[in-house]
Nanobody
């Protein structure tokens, strides 16, 4: 397993942008697929985006496609989530996760970060 630490969350107005980062410990980061999930108050955790270990494959939830971009820098052991044109409904705690393959299902991820809060005001 890897240890994951998210950062970059905060308060932003609707239409604004944020970039989340997830730093991983361990030398095996480049062998993991990475995912971003989010959980809003009173709602279940939902898939946001995922990226394969080399970055060649990405997948997005329909609700964020065209607005969010997932990327990774294996030399820095970091995965990013660039979030543009933010909406109030994007407000949630965002989690990064590491797993064996780029999946939309949270049960396929073995390691999770502690989460970072993103709040979008209208």
């Amino acid at each position: 397993q890897v240890q994951l630490v998210e950062s970059g969350g905060g308060l932003v107005q609707a239409g604004g942008s944020l970039r989340l980062s997830c730093a991983a410990s361990g030398r095996t980061f480049s062998s993991y697929a990475m995912g971003w999930f989010r959980q809003a108050p009173g709602k279940e955790r939902e898939f946001v985006a995922t990226i394969s270990w080399r970055g060649g494959t990405t997948n997005y939830a329909y609700s964020v496609k065209g607005r969010f971009t997932i990327s990774r820098d294996n030399a820095k052991n970091t995965v990013y989530l660039q979030m543009n044109s933010l909406k109030p409904e994007d407000t949630a705690v965002y989690y990064c996760a590491a797993g064996a393959r780029p999946s939309v299902s949270d049960y396929e991820y073995d390691s999770w970060g502690q989460g970072t809060q993103v709040t979008v005001s209208s």
